[in-house]
């Protein structure tokens, strides 16, 4: 799911691995003000694909729910 310029999945996947690789640097450790950041950024970044993810899952549940209705079932116990 893409909104244009305001939301970039792949790129956010693509700056959460540069992260990931970060954090797996045993020299970060050695840092306490940047592992610190560097872990702020990841979960940040977890967080947002995590509701991204979330949102796509909802959308195509509306667009399931969407369809069945339009072909005469009965959606009104799961909307």
Not at 5 to 24: C, H, N, Y
Not at 57 to 67: K, M
Request: glycine share 6%; hydrophobic share 35%; aromatic share 6%.
């Amino acid at each position: 799911m893409s909104c244009g310029s305001t939301f970039d999945a792949p790129k956010l996947r693509a700056q959460l691995a540069e992260i990931d690789k970060q954090a797996s640097d045993p020299n970060l450790w050695s840092n306490p003000a940047r592992s610190q950041t560097v872990m702020r950024e990841k979960k940040r970044l977890e967080h947002i694909l995590a509701t991204e993810a979330d949102l796509e899952r909802r959308s195509n549940d509306i667009d399931a729910y969407y369809e069945l209705g339009r072909a005469g079932e009965d959606v009104s116990g799961e909307i």
